[in-house]
């Protein structure tokens, strides 16, 4: 059966209401979107469904008790629960600089958690 | 921390967040020698650094990050270019002169003077009390902003079954992450027929977890007396009446508050500079000068933005037309066009333009809509009979900045004109 919807793309915060136009997980047509970053965002969303997802673990010594971080690229909707069960088993030292590793690998999907900013030590 | 303070400084920035780290860097850049950035946290960044979702960047560095990567990006430029900062420090007084007078534990009672200053406060949330909210006044009440800093810096959680009254950015992406720390969000109640934050928020922090939204809906009352114990919602007509009937009782122990955001103009009423009472931020011209000469003012203290991309831009201006005064380079003696806010628009900032600007620079006209126009639209200045400049957007939403850059080819009908009527019309 051919369906058309609305659909809203996340890519950038534009959030351009794109109208779809599929059969099931193909898609025929989309329309609405003001680059090509929606197309490949509907196509995604339909086979894949992906998302950045930003949390805090734990740091020990730092001038605050958490340090916010980041998954480098976006991760399976369906295992974001996954993923945050993992971080918040982590804690790391202090001093922690941007873009410092803290989780390698996650979900198997060769994706790492990032800092998302630096940790100093506590004074 | 700064170790030898000046008694004067070239540019003074007060506030921290993005829009005065913009400021001071590119004040900095453009001849001021001395320049201090002023704020009351222990650290740069200003509200970025709980903002930890990503989304911030995509205008600015052409990236998706998170808050605090954006704030680290300028905080580390301002240490590598060399701007002062004070932190831990409030600023007490400003005056039309351009004194500072600043207090901190430990930095104690400064007087301090500055050939420019950029106001860079930002803004503040509404509270319960500016929404006049009956009922007893229980442990669980919040802002969204409160809840965020708790959550996301300080480590604790604010309650574990919430209500969050108002789809503003905060308050859905609040929704989202206490939901990822094991919390259950209830409801999202707004007021209003329409989300008040982005269309992309609804998605991926409402949507996503089956979290439900109600329009045109508010909280009646809240129930509990050490601790919420529930919420009683209701719908609203369209003059915001509560339709009897409607009410419901939602069982939960936290109600946050995502309901408005207003600019922080204490100390700028201080110093004599002039607010908006629309915006409730100062007026300002197309280099975000007021109407204090000298004092210039960049970000959320002006008017409540949605993307901190046009935060740093517009702290970017900011501190490059201090830097100018600064060094006596400003235009002396601009012969002011006013815009004014036309159909279906609400405000529009700048208030007034030098057309000169427009002989090296472009000038985006920053507004919002009075409501939401969800069909095509054309964005236009004019003046009179006369169209100055126009464009076309698949839609206006309140909740969404609508913009209109005005560029050198427009410079002598600008030139020419009584005043840009900036309005936003269906076609």
């Not at chain 2, 529930?230 to 069982?251: C, H, R």
């Not at chain 2, 960049?298 to 933005?305: D, I, Q, S, T």
Request: proline share 6%; with cysteine.
């Amino acid at each position: 059966m051919i369906t058309t919807e609305k659909m809203i793309c996340i890519t950038c915060p534009m959030g351009c209401t794109l109208e779809v136009t599929r059969e099931g997980k193909t898609l025929l047509n989309v329309e609405g979107n003001t680059c090509k970053r929606g197309e490949k965002y509907v196509q995604e969303e339909l086979t894949d469904p992906r998302r950045m997802v930003a949390s805090t673990v734990r740091v020990q010594g730092g001038v605050h008790p958490l340090v916010p971080v980041y998954t480098a690229a976006p991760v399976p909707k369906p295992r974001i629960f996954e993923l945050l069960a993992q971080l918040r088993k982590v804690e790391i030292p202090a001093p922690v600089t941007m873009n410092q590793v803290v989780l390698e690998n996650v979900l198997g999907e060769g994706i790492n958690v990032i800092a998302s900013r630096d940790m100093p030590v506590a004074e | 921390m700064t170790q030898l303070l000046k008694s004067h400084y070239d540019v003074i920035v007060i506030g921290a967040g993005p829009g005065g780290l913009a400021a001071a860097i590119e004040a900095k850049k453009h001849g001021a020698d001395d320049v201090l950035m002023i704020d009351r946290d222990l650290e740069l960044g200003g509200i970025l650094l709980q903002c930890i979702h990503n989304g911030f960047g995509v205008e600015t560095f052409k990236e998706d990050l998170p808050g605090p990567s954006y704030a680290q990006r300028f905080i580390n430029e301002a240490q590598t270019v060399g701007i002062d900062y004070l932190l831990d420090t409030i600023v007490l007084d400003v005056t039309p002169e351009r004194k500072v007078y600043t207090t901190g534990t430990r930095t104690g009672f400064q007087e301090l003077s500055a050939t420019a200053i950029v106001l860079s406060m930002g803004c503040r949330e509404r509270t319960r009390a500016q929404i006049r909210i009956p009922g007893p006044r229980p442990s669980g009440v919040f802002t969204a902003g409160t809840a965020q800093r708790w959550v996301n810096v300080e480590g604790y959680m604010p309650g574990s079954r919430f209500v969050i009254l108002g789809s503003g950015d905060i308050g859905m992406i609040m929704a989202r992450r206490l939901t990822f720390e094991g919390a259950k969000v209830e409801r999202v109640l707004e007021v209003m027929p329409y989300l008040s934050g982005l269309s992309r928020n609804y998605v991926q922090c409402l949507l996503d977890f089956d979290i439900t939204l109600q329009l045109k809906h508010t909280v009646k009352r809240i129930i509990g007396n050490d601790r919420v114990e529930a919420i009683e919602a209701v719908a609203v007509d369209d003059k915001w009446q509560f339709i009897p009937g409607t009410e419901e009782i939602i069982p939960c122990d936290t109600l946050l508050l995502s309901v408005g955001l207003i600019p922080e103009n204490e100390l700028s009423q201080k110093a004599g500079v002039a607010l908006d009472p629309v915006t409730a931020g100062p007026y300002v011209d197309d280099g975000f000068a007021t109407n204090i000469p000298g004092i210039f003012a960049a970000g959320n203290v002006v008017h409540v933005y949605d993307l901190v991309d046009w935060v740093t831009a517009a702290g970017r201006t900011a501190g490059k037309r201090a830097a100018m005064f600064a060094q006596d380079s400003c235009n002396e003696d601009p012969r002011y066009v006013p815009t004014r806010a036309g159909e279906n628009v609400r405000y529009v900032v700048p208030h007034q333009i030098d057309p000169e600007t427009l002989t090296q620079d472009s000038i985006m006209l920053q507004m919002r809509v009075t409501r939401p126009l969800e069909q095509p639209v054309t964005v236009q200045v004019t003046d009179g009979d006369t169209l100055i400049a126009k464009k076309s957007e698949r839609y206006a939403r309140p909740g969404e900045m609508v913009s209109l850059t005005l560029k050198g080819k427009e410079y002598d009908a600008v030139r020419k004109a009584k005043e840009l009527k900036v309005s936003v019309v269906t076609k």
